[in-house]
């Protein structure tokens, strides 16, 4: 499965932002889609993750009332709609997909990822 993330930028807290990433090579609704990110000098950390054919959405306390994530099986894309966006959200955000028949949230689960967008949220 190649990942092609996109939709990051510069915006001012409190903005929305939505990220999209493009999945080919693979059949799209087998996997897991999961969202990750990782701040200057931070580990990695979970986000969002959504099951292949869609629900059991789950997302990491930073993101829960704020993010939400969707798929398009019809399109091969997963979504990250960010909302009220912070400046601790600053971070590269990557998607990742996962043969996990369920969510999943650590990053070993995920198999192939994208290249990363970049999110910068000033304040």
């Known amino acids: 499965v190649q990942l092609q993330a996109s939709g990051g930028g510069l915006v001012q807290a409190g903005d929305s932002l939505r990220l999209s990433c493009a999945a080919s090579?693979?059949?799209?609704?087998?996997?897991?889609m999961g969202w990750f990110r990782q701040a200057p000098g931070k580990e990695r950390e979970f986000v969002a993750a959504i099951r292949g054919t869609g629900g059991g959405e789950f997302y990491g306390d930073s993101a829960k009332g704020r993010f939400t994530i969707a798929r398009d099986n019809a399109k091969n894309t997963v979504y990250l709609q960010m909302n009220r966006l912070k400046p601790e959200d600053t971070a590269v955000y990557y998607c990742?997909?996962?043969?996990?028949?369920?969510?999943?949230?650590?990053?070993?689960?995920?198999?192939?990822w994208g290249q990363g967008t970049l999110v910068t949220v000033s304040s």
């Open positions: 090579g693979r059949t799209f609704s087998d996997y897991v």
């Open positions: 990742a997909a996962g043969p996990a028949p369920y969510v999943v949230t650590v990053a070993t689960a995920y198999v192939y």
